[in-house]
């Protein structure tokens, strides 16, 4: 591999950090351990698997080792993503049953624009649901937007009706705004951090992997 390619290859591996990892991988974390308080375990093997290619393609001498190796990082990146999207849509869904339940026992009906929006949103998830069996790979975008409407069909639910023991309209609208801007830049910072010790910690010499660290940090500690 010629310096160039070598140079390309490293840029790209730490934008992905950067972009995917620290940006999109982190949100979609984020937003699944604040809506159902649970460790996504297989998102974890996930982006674990993804950090090992994209360690693999800096390492290798190899253009075409380092581009495969990079694109299967994606891959798992993106199925990362949507285990972390389904399994927060799973969250909502019970959610919104249980509201639909209170409705009918305390009001003696279901609200019929509710009930409409529902069936709307449960088509298009068990549509993706069915791409994804078909093989479709970047689904992980279309499934956060429905988890959106799921999000906005609850806000809608609780301006419309009194729901004991479920938060305020206006708690949740503060919750989703706080678990993207506050929580998923904690965990991108994390995730990054994490990311870049790695590659330290398997490319000692590696000017690019400790350039990124100092990035994080904000210090200047200079390459061996």
């Not at 310096?3 to 790209?12: F, L, R, V, W, Y």
């Not at 806000?155 to 706080?178: H, V």
Request: with cysteine; net charge neutral; proline share 3%.
């Amino acid at each position: 591999m010629s310096p160039e390619d070598k140079k390309t290859i490293g840029e790209e591996v730490l934008s992905i950090i950067e972009r995917d990892i620290h940006g999109n991988f982190s949100e979609a974390y984020a937003i699944v351990v604040s809506t159902t308080e649970k460790i996504p375990q297989q998102a974890n093997n996930e982006i674990r698997n993804a950090v090992n290619h994209l360690a693999r393609a800096y390492a290798s001498d190899c253009v075409i080792e380092a581009r495969k190796n990079i694109a299967q990082a994606k891959g798992h990146i993106e199925r990362g993503m949507r285990d972390c999207f389904k399994i927060a849509i799973i969250g909502q869904r019970r959610f919104i049953n249980g509201c639909l339940s209170t409705i009918e026992a305390k009001y003696g009906f279901l609200p019929d624009d509710i009930v409409r929006k529902l069936r709307v949103i449960e088509k298009r998830r068990k549509k993706l649901l069915e791409d994804e069996a078909r093989g479709e790979e970047e689904i992980s975008s279309n499934l956060e937007n429905v988890l959106s409407d799921y999000c906005e069909l609850i806000e809608r639910m609780l301006d419309a009706y009194s729901i004991p023991g479920a938060p305020t309209k206006y708690f949740w609208r503060g919750f989703r705004f706080l678990r993207r801007h506050c929580y998923g830049v904690g965990m991108g910072v994390l995730a990054s951090l994490i990311a870049a010790f790695i590659f330290s910690y398997y490319f000692p010499n590696s000017a690019d992997a400790h350039d990124l660290v100092s990035g994080i940090l904000g210090t200047k500690k200079a390459a061996p």
